[in-house]
């Protein structure tokens, strides 16, 4: 599907819709009372949502901050709250065929941690921030992201320190 919406530059369409309809797809199939059904569906929106956050994290659709941001505060609960679900049923009964591969684990959190560090930094805070107070760390482990946040912090920290030196020792003349 992404391939055909490229090739026909329609993916950031694409991508823009879904961003928009995110909070009604997730309000419908978050309800108590599909809590244990349709877990194909959940998984395809998994999915759908992995491309969407590989355009956008990796730089093949350009959203604006606020959009991206809201993208990842939006789907990022959703995959925290359903991969152990699906793991866990998938645990239950190995014959269950909704299960979350190892390579669309990888991709998704390969774009979150991308799209994390593409947003302005007070932004990366918010998300890692939360990341760290969750009791579902594991998945999307975004140690890189939080580690690479670190390294930007101490330095810029760091220049704003030598640049506010520089300052400190000029003389001033009226």
Known sequence: ??????????????????????????GIIEDKKLENAMWGLKLKLIEV?????EAVGYGNVILPAPCRVQLLKTWLPYIRKIKPILDAEGNKDTNFPYKMDEDLCQSIEGAIVSLVLALPSNDQTDILLDWMETELVKYPDLSEAFEIWCYR?????????????RVGDATISL
């Not at 949502?49 to 956050?53: R, S």
């Not at 912090?153 to 030196?165: E, Y």
């Open 153 to 165: 912090t101490k330095s810029a920290k760091r220049r704003l320190m030598q640049g506010l030196d």
């Open 1 to 26: 599907m992404c391939n055909i919406l490229s090739k026909m530059d329609l993916m950031k369409d694409f991508v823009c819709s879904w961003g928009e309809m995110s909070g009604k797809v997730l």
């Open 49 to 53: 949502t992995g491309k969407v956050l």
